[in-house]
């Protein structure tokens, strides 16, 4: 083995630069500069390079519970060690190369087969799901709906309707507790709508526990509750992140939670294979989401995988299908009108009339000046959230704590909305064919009349967004619709964050909705009530559109989710028009929301290109040094010494020709991953023991795969001081080809091959071919255009 010393010049920086300013923490403190003593003596000063490690102090879990501070530090500044990298890139040994040449061209047939087989799997299973989710949230919604109306409807006539406030609130802080408590105490990774999480893996970072089954059970049972307890969410998000999880599992053919193995589909046991059928189960959740298959192959693409071929678009698009499909299928038959397919997804905004809802050519710029509006607001939404985000990571990070906030939003959720309709005086007539009101509220209305806050706040968020597109002109007025949208935005923003499974798509649509309806409502007073503008619900849709767009900051498959959603091909440059628009002037004030929380969680997400001015830095500069390597031969107990130190928690090691003296850097002849020296140590793939007689199984692909995607720690391992005097030969199960550049290989170039490929290792070697440096994921990410240019991030152990 040789350790690599670095030989990079850091004159260019100069060591005033390389200090770099002292970042302040968010509590005020400053970051303590660290050095390091090398085994190679002398001290090595990090600069701004260095590793931050928060958790230094804490030694067990036990005494990081009974010691956990009231605040908790956090910095932006700072890119946490704890994400590591997928390896889209196949591991070409000598095991994979023979198995691919052993395979016929019918073998191969057979596994694009079953790849279709998957995908369609993926898409009956997640429209199931979907199906599930709807018909219980209805269920539990119209029950709570018809206890505190009945409640109300009898409080109104003989006076008490403080009974009916408490009972609402006690009804949604009750299911809103228990869906917390489950995400809180047992999956924490499942709040929120998974979909950060998922544009994280879909990236190539593989962010812990989020495609286990527990993830999955518990993402339904929280959203149901969530959406059920009246909070400002929808459970389209979630189903996003629930079609994944489905993916993961059922493209593997086993349950690791349940360790349950069927045997089946064992080929695809490898992280390449696996983010594709990710790609296809978040597409079929979009798809079921929005009944838009189109808009969830577009949203895998924007959103996910850099790697990308025509016919994994197809297989995307058929398990979108088929989920969709799937979804309407089974709530045509609960609806009691069997083969009725008009359930195309969650939402459903309703077809909007050609004929009824036309717009002209002098309308677009009106159409822009919505988008922008969207942008601010999006920008407002986004901030606010980003400094209430921060509060939680350092106050409110017990799960205790969390379950109390999640039941205080909830409650006053349900004061702020009973209080907003008790003094509304917003009374319409209640039409017989009325059909978007399933609960309306007369109060203090006069008979035949129905309370018109009570439409937007005593529903479902869904129904709300229909009401608010299709309702007649005159079912509003003014200061109801201006109200709405300012409690909302503000209930919406705070919920964005808590320990419950929900999404923010809803919410954002039924903001824009409720602002662009009145948007249109002033338009036609300005003008006299002229006929062009009669229908708000054009401009409902518009400002539906600007608001979400706003926020998640989605250009082109957001554009068709919405085309297909509402069902009107009309509307496609408008959206379009106003998407871009929201995007453009959010993206000057904030980032948008998703990325936002990926920020705040410190993942080293790589974005499509490097930083712009980027250019004069050089695989030199970038690369990690030394590296720590292997020779082809090379003895046990120093592999098991490497694999168990943990302050460098390598995963992938080159493996160099032999070398004589100790202080050269190796020629490189391959590289070999953490997870196939542990399989190999489980197996004691040992030399003397191919030469002894002691018959011993070749080891094949299989073990690999058997043993992904949880590899057994170094520590489960047990090695004897003698077979640590034994040698292990790797040249039959290292990558013989890794991809390498050289030293003067610009920033962006690297970037590129890196990202393009999904290369979890690059190496950097010198003229001669030696191993200089390794360029890891975390290396690139790095780098990130700041205020004041070109910045680089810190890395911490947190």
């Not at 060690?81 to 061209?105: A, C, H, I, P, V």
């Not at 990070?397 to 939003?409: D, G, K, N, S, Y």
Request: glycine share 8%; proline share 4%; hydrophobic share 45%.
């Amino acid at each position: 083995m040789a350790n690599i010393t670095k030989k990079v010049s850091w004159s260019s920086r100069g060591d005033d630069s390389a200090r770099g300013e002292a970042t302040p923490l968010l509590n005020g403190t400053e970051e303590v500069r660290y050095t390091r003593q090398p085994s190679g003596g002398g001290i090595f000063h990090i600069g701004r390079l260095s590793t931050v490690d928060l958790e230094e102090e804490i030694t067990t879990e036990e005494e990081s519970v009974r010691t956990r501070p009231n605040e908790i530090p956090h910095n932006e500044k700072l890119l946490s060690l704890k994400y590591e990298s997928l390896d889209y890139d196949n591991t070409e040994n000598q095991l994979f190369l023979e198995e691919e040449r052993r395979m016929s061209q019918m073998g191969f047939r057979c596994l694009e087969i079953s790849r279709w087989v998957i995908c369609g799997l993926i898409g009956v299973l997640t429209g199931l799901i979907a199906c599930f989710i709807d018909i219980v949230v209805e269920k539990m919604a119209g029950m709570k709906y018809s206890i505190v109306k009945q409640n109300i409807e009898k409080f109104t006539e003989v006076g008490g309707l403080s009974i009916s406030l408490i009972l609402w609130a006690v009804l949604n802080s009750t299911l809103v507790m228990i869906g917390s408590i489950i995400v809180a105490f047992f999956e924490p990774i499942a709040a929120g709508s998974g979909i950060p999480q998922i544009k994280c893996y879909l990236n190539g970072v593989k962010i812990p526990r989020v495609v286990r089954l527990k993830t999955l059970m518990v993402k339904v049972c929280g959203v149901i509750c969530s959406v059920a307890g009246g909070l400002a969410v929808g459970k389209e998000g979630p189903m996003i992140h629930s079609g994944a999880v489905v993916a993961a599992g059922v493209s593997q053919g086993r349950s690791t939670s349940l360790k349950k193995d069927f045997k089946i589909f064992e080929y695809f046991r490898r992280d390449t294979e696996k983010r594709d059928f990710v790609s296809a189960g978040a597409a079929a959740g979009v798809s079921a989401a929005f009944g838009a298959p189109v808009g969830g192959v577009l949203f895998s693409l924007e959103e996910g995988a850099s790697f990308w071929n025509q016919m994994l678009t197809w297989r995307i698009f058929f398990a979108s299908m088929i989920s969709t499909f799937t979804l309407n299928f089974f709530l045509s038959i609960y609806n009691n009108k069997p083969g009725d397919l008009s359930y195309p997804g969650l939402i459903n905004f309703g077809g909007f009339e050609t004929d009824s809802v036309t717009y002209n050519l002098y309308e677009i710029p009106l159409f822009i000046i919505i988008g922008a509006i969207g942008g601010l607001l999006g920008a407002l939404f986004n901030f606010l959230n980003y400094w209430l985000t921060i509060f939680r990571i350092r106050y409110v990070h017990r799960p205790c704590l969390q379950v109390l906030e999640a039941m205080l939003v909830a409650a006053v959720t349900a004061t702020v909305s009973f209080t907003m309709i008790y003094f509304s005086n917003d009374c319409q007539p209640l039409g017989q064919d009325q059909t978007t009101e399933d609960y309306p509220l007369q109060l203090f209305c006069a008979d035949g009349e129905y309370n018109s806050m009570a439409t937007a706040f005593f529903n479902t968020p869904e129904r709300s967004v229909r009401s608010l597109f299709h309702n007649p002109p005159g079912s509003y007025n003014p200061l109801t619709l201006g109200l709405f949208t300012l409690t909302y935005f503000f209930l919406a923003c705070w919920t964005y964050g808590l320990a419950v499974s929900a999404g923010v798509f809803i919410p954002s649509l039924l903001i824009g909705a409720a602002w662009g309806r009145l948007f249109g409502i002033l338009l036609a007073y300005f003008t006299s009530g002229s006929s062009i503008w009669a229908d708000p619900g054009k401009y409902a849709l518009i400002g539906a559109a600007a608001q979400l767009g706003g926020i998640v900051r989605m250009t082109l498959s957001l554009t068709v989710i919405l085309m297909e959603a509402t069902g009107n091909v009309t509307f496609g440059l408008p959206i379009m028009l106003v998407l871009m628009t929201a995007k453009i002037v959010g993206d000057y004030f904030a980032e948008g929301l998703y990325d936002i929380h990926i920020k705040l969680q410190s993942v080293p997400f790589l974005h499509w290109d490097a930083p712009a001015t980027s250019h004069w830095l050089t695989a030199r500069e970038v690369m990690s040094s030394p590296v720590t390597c292997f020779n082809r031969v090379e003895k046990v107990g120093t592999i098991v010494d490497v694999l168990s130190n943990t302050s460098t928690n390598h995963n992938g090691f080159p493996v160099v020709v032999e070398i004589t003296a100790s202080d050269e850097p190796g020629k490189i002849c391959g590289l070999i991953l953490r997870s196939q020296l542990i399989v190999l140590l489980k197996h004691k793939v040992f030399v003397e023991r191919a030469h002894s007689r002691l018959s011993q199984r070749k080891l094949q692909l299989k073990d690999f795969r058997d043993a992904y995607p949880r590899f057994p720690p170094i520590q489960s391992i047990h090695v004897s001081q003698d077979e640590r005097e034994c040698m292990m030969d790797l040249s039959e199960f290292m990558n013989a080809t890794p991809y390498t550049v050289p030293q003067e290989t610009s920033l962006p170039r690297v970037f590129k091959l890196f990202r393009a490929l999904g290369l979890r290792h690059l190496l950097v070697v010198d003229s001669e071919n030696r191993v200089v440096g390794l360029v890891t994921r975390k290396d690139l990410a790095r780098y990130h255009l700041g205020k004041h240019g070109l910045e680089e991030l810190q890395l911490a152990q947190t």
